[in-house]
């Protein structure tokens, strides 16, 4: 009679032992690599996920704190297209472009861009339409809207309709690619989100030389115009600027439930001393049975 108790006792100790198991070797529910310096690693696997990039304000190289955006970037994974005999990888992103300024101060985001490397921090090569309409290579390309004849370009469609690349004014300096309604990084005479609109979305398009299968996005900037309203003491009135990105990591949407140290030290010890006991009285069993 006493063959359950051993049985229970060792139900309790591999329930213990598979906890601990458990605890170990979790895997990590978050998505992408995420850098100390603030970049953000991407690879196939992150198809599907979503994270977010808070900008900051900025005038003449003077914080507005009053004057923010939101972008939520969703990787709708990779595809390859043949150009020309060459092989292209196209990353695209939903964008959701969001102007969070505060009720004193109005503005509109009109122009969104950030750097693209290998994990090893070395240049990818970006490519833009040409003025011809054909695909050319480089990193300072010319712009592209989204057209059927556009496959294996960097482009963009839905809020802002071009993709190219170059500079953002007030400091901010130069940039792999940016996103607008205009031919250049500084905007556009309209184009983009106020304050007051509700977010608006746009599907970016990276086309990257060659077979890529991870990248690494950094220097997330965007640009700010019609800048109207105050600021602690001070007013604006059409004035432009620009913002600094800081990626934020996502939550876990399902995170493993993991028991809690003390109770998986419980299991252990309760397995042991059933364990304990039911050995004590074996010999005690062996003898009547004899």
């Known amino acids: 009679m006493f063959r359950p108790l051993k049985q229970v006792a060792l139900a309790f100790s591999a329930l213990g032992c598979f906890s601990i198991y458990t605890a170990s070797a979790a895997p990590a529910a978050s998505a992408f690599t995420f850098f100390e310096d603030g970049s953000i690693g991407i690879d196939q696997s992150d198809q599907s996920k979503s994270f977010t ?48 300024s ?22 990818l090569d970006l490519l833009f339409a040409s003025s ?27 809020l802002f309709s071009e993709a190219t ?5 007030n400091q901010f300096g130069a940039v792999d690619v940016c996103f607008t309604d205009g031919n250049k990084c500084q905007g556009a005479g309209n184009g983009g989100v106020y304050r007051d609109d509700e977010p608006e979305t746009f ?12 990248f690494v996005m950094s220097n997330f900037g965007i640009r700010y115009q019609s800048i109207d309203g ?14 600094t990105g800081t990626v934020i990591p996502p939550s876990s949407d399902n995170p493993k439930k993991v028991p809690e140290p003390t109770m998986t030290f419980a299991l252990l010890l309760l397995g042991g001393n059933l364990l304990r006991q039911s050995r004590k009285r074996q010999p005690e069993l062996v003898g009547k049975s004899g």
């Open 53 to 100: 990039v808070n900008f900051d304000g900025n005038w003449e190289g003077q914080d507005v704190a009053g004057l923010s955006s939101e972008a939520v970037f969703t990787f709708l994974g990779f595809s390859s297209v043949e150009n020309d005999s060459k092989t292209i990888t196209e990353a695209r992103f939903e964008i959701l472009l969001d102007n969070t």
């Open 102 to 123: 505060s009720d004193s101060l109005n503005s509109r985001s009109s122009a969104l861009g950030f750097d693209v490397t290998d994990f090893l921090g070395e240049s």
């Open 132 to 158: 011809s309409g054909n695909s050319s290579q480089g990193r300072r390309g010319g712009s592209s809207s989204e057209t059927p004849s556009n496959l294996g370009v960097t482009r963009s469609s839905g």
């Open 165 to 169: 690349s170059g500079s953002f004014p």
């Open 203 to 214: 599907e970016a398009t990276l086309a990257l030389s060659g077979e890529v299968e991870s």
């Open 230 to 243: 105050e600021d602690g003491d001070r007013s604006f009135i059409g004035a432009s600027g620009t913002g």
